[in-house]
């Protein structure tokens, strides 16, 4: 029985899909032949460009941030490397090598990200299970519970009228969403709503 793929992470089979998988059966081919080609064929670069396409874009206002770490952090070393040759150790080293710089919760966020990434892979079939499952986080995590007060937000609020205006609107944007840097100076005009909600 012909299974049919699913559209991304929704329940219904698209009907591209559906047509797709009709044609290689009458050529007479198996499709499991062609899910094992593509399962061999997927390197960690060209998979990073799905992910970031049919999952980040799609499920992460940050995606670009998501892009970057990718690029930054995974691609230089695994850029050439088949999916499914990554291993435990793989993803271990990895990391390590991240926490090592030093820089261990770089190295948890870049966990995190390996695990949405390698899950989303095997719910398309390209791998067959997520090696990042079981690996330990290198960083502990200290939650911050630090808060300015109101005369230092006045304060903060008054020296940073010396900005130039491009570096004083960005901070004081910062203070007002509380978002983080990178966050504030990537944003783009369509991730901005002027209408109070």
Known sequence: MLELPR????????????????????????????????????????????FIEQHAKKKQRRWRAVKSRLDNDV???????????????????LIEDIAARPAPIS??????????????????????????????????????????????????WSVSDDFPAAMQAAWKLRLLTAQRANEVNNMTWEEVDLVAG
Do not use: Y
Request: proline share 5%.
């Open 7 to 50: 559209d991304g992470l929704g329940a219904k089979p698209s009907r591209k899909a559906f047509e797709g998988r009709k044609a290689v059966l009458n050529r007479g081919e198996d499709p499991a032949d062609e899910k094992k080609e593509r399962r061999e064929a997927d390197t960690v670069a060209d998979f990073a460009e799905t």
């Open 75 to 93: 691609l230089p070393k695994w850029k050439h490397k088949l999916m499914r040759d990554i291993t435990r150790r793989d993803v271990r080293e």
């Open 107 to 156: 190295a948890n966020r870049v966990r995190a990200l390996l695990s949405k990434f390698f899950k989303f892979a095997v719910q398309l079939d390209v791998v067959d299970f997520n090696p990042v499952a079981d690996t330990p986080r290198p960083g502990v995590e200290r939650r911050r519970d630090r808060v300015l007060s109101g005369d230092e937000i006045c304060q903060f």
